[in-house]
């Protein structure tokens, strides 16, 4: 099944579902050098982004968690792609800048559709999201 | 969105990495704002340049943007960095973060960036006209612009500046559309208005008061309101609020208020409760810090004059611009203030230099802009007052 969506950085990603039901302040949020959720009481506290098809509602806080995620990807901890409901230019530019593929806006929300653990692939050239 | 046949080709990577990369961030953001289409700008100001705000993780994203061989192709400046460029140790910077901050610059200048270090470009003569698009950082600066310039800019974020200045444009959104540039409050200013402590506390006021909207004031006569002033109004309103567009009737070059617009009255007593409000601290400062947003040479000279021949107290900075210093250094201003005990200081200002780290716990300053951030981002104590009483605390 297919799931059409806008295109916010390109790209082809595939992995695992995590859900996260909060807005992300990567800095400060995430610790760059393992990927893990530092943010006491956060909706992902403890859990690993790495490799993960990140779903989340879109991005708070600092402008420099864009950079964060250039960190992430550099070392080799960063989401394998991202889903928000809605994008905002911190999760937008880090996206682009660390080429971590990157759709939102998706026909149906996308927190009713995905469960953690599923396997998906994001298509951020077409902007689109399908699972197996 | 419209995209020309040459920015298609930008997007496609024909122009290299650097620009495709750019144009992937401005399409992006045009895309998040709903713009139309891309519109020229003929300047640009990159925030993001202390090493303090942007840690390892800028400092990695600088430095691969420039091995890529990016470049800017319009004038860009920079926002303050985290210390002066030349007297650092001076200013007692620790070494290595000296290094990291030189490591930044270094990046930027090799884009062709001007190392103007300022959050206030239309000091040193950079003052795009009404109607003029641009694409600046700093908030101070984005204000100042859009209010008492007339020019138009969005509030940037780094990394879309840096891409405006790479590409020559940016997505047609916000600011520079006439429809976002009404005022949708109108405070009125009752309260006497005289010095730049006065502005900043009318600034703190009414930054928290008009949210999303873009706030008018009448009542400030303009015999009493000089661009340092103004100067003052906007930066205190862009950090309590996120003010980035203000008019003042009879003053900036546009004055439009949209039809059922609330209407606030600004008292003595208002003035007065937000003054009191800015200081947190009944202790004397260690530091007083002037000119944020960064000092006009008459601003420097007023202290300048203030100090002559006494000793002042504590440490004292006056922050300003590398090209207003030497002016001031040229008209004795900068010597005078030295031989009272204090420091000229460019290029950085006491918001984003490593201020706990040099061992700073209570500062005093005239800016309502400085006053909240000194408390939220420094974790200072802060003692708020004209210069002239800061001066003798």
């Known amino acids: ?60 806080g600092s402008t420099v968690g864009s950079y964060v995620l250039l960190q992430l990807a550099k070392n080799g901890k960063a989401p394998a792609a991202m889903v928000n409901v809605e994008a ?45 | ?60 994203y600088l430095s691969d943007l420039a091995k890529k061989g990016a470049k800017v192709k319009i004038p860009t400046f920079l926002n303050p960095a985290g210390m002066d460029r030349e007297q650092w140790q001076k200013m007692g910077v620790p ?25 206030t470009p239309y000091y040193i003569g950079i003052r795009p006209k009404v109607g003029e698009h641009v694409a600046w950082a700093e908030s101070s600066a984005v204000s100042f612009c859009n209010s008492v310039l007339g020019a138009r800019t969005n509030r940037e974020g780094g990394p879309s500046a840096l891409a405006a200045a790479i590409c020559g444009f940016t997505p047609n959104y916000g600011f520079h559309l006439d429809e976002k540039r009404a005022c949708g409050l109108v405070i009125d200013v009752r309260a006497p208005l005289k010095t730049n402590a006065d502005f900043g506390a009318l600034g703190a006021w009414a930054g928290q008061l008009a ?65 009191r409000s800015l200081t947190s601290s009944d202790t004397p400062p260690q530091l007083i810090a002037i000119g944020c947003p960064h000092a006009s040479i008459d601003e420097i000279k007023e202290v300048a004059e203030k100090v002559k021949g006494k000793r002042v107290a504590h440490q004292l900075w006056v922050c300003t611009a590398k090209e207003t210093k030497e002016k001031a250094d040229a008209l004795g201003y900068t010597s005078t203030i030295e031989a009272a005990g204090g420091l000229v200081v460019a290029d950085t200002c006491m918001v984003v230099c490593p201020l706990k780290e040099m061992g700073f716990t209570t500062t005093a300053c005239n800016s309502g802009k400085a006053a909240k951030y000194l408390a939220s981002l420094q974790g200072q104590k802060v003692v708020y007052g004209d210069v002239e009483d800061i001066l003798c605390k």
């Not at chain 2, 990495?17 to 519109?39: C, F, H, N, P, R």
């Not at chain 2, 290094?99 to 959050?119: E, H, N, P, W, Y």
């Not at chain 2, 208020?257 to 009255?265: C, F, L, R, Y």
């Open chain 2, 1 to 60: 969105m419209e995209l020309t046949s040459i920015q298609q080709s930008m997007l496609n990577g024909e122009h290299g990495e650097a620009v495709q990369q750019s144009m992937e961030i401005l399409v992006a953001l045009g895309k998040i704002y709903g713009a139309d289409g891309m519109v020229p700008v003929s300047s640009a100001q990159i925030a993001g340049v202390s090493y303090k705000t942007i840690g390892e993780a800028g400092l990695e």
């Open chain 2, 211 to 275: 949210k999303h909207r873009n706030p008018a004031f009448s009542g400030i006569r303009k015999t009493a309101a000089n661009e340092d002033m103004l100067k003052a109004l906007g930066a205190a309103m862009a950090a309590s609020g996120s003010v980035a567009l203000f008019n003042v009737e009879g003053i900036t070059p546009e004055y439009k208020v949209v039809d059922g617009a609330e209407k606030v009255t600004f008292a003595a007593d208002d003035l007065l409760a937000s003054r």
């Open chain 2, 95 to 119: 070494a290595d973060f000296a290094k990291r901050q030189m490591a930044v610059l270094d990046a930027f200048a090799s884009m062709g960036i001007s190392m103007s270090c300022t959050c």
């Open chain 1, 88 to 132: 905002e230019p911190i999760i937008a530019v880090g996206a682009i800048i660390s080429k971590i593929p990157m759709v939102d806006k998706l026909e149906k929300n996308p927190f009713d559709l995905l469960k953690d653990g599923m396997k998906v692939k994001v298509d951020g050239d077409n902007g689109t999201l399908s699972m197996a």
């Open chain 1, 1 to 60: 099944m297919q799931i059409n969506g806008r295109s916010i950085a390109r790209g082809i990603g595939e992995g695992e579902v995590l859900l996260c039901h909060d807005a992300i302040s990567f800095l400060g949020d995430i610790d760059p050098k393992s990927g893990i959720c530092v943010a006491p009481k956060h909706a992902i506290e403890g859990k690993n982004i790495a490799g993960k098809v990140l779903v989340f509602p879109q991005g708070k």
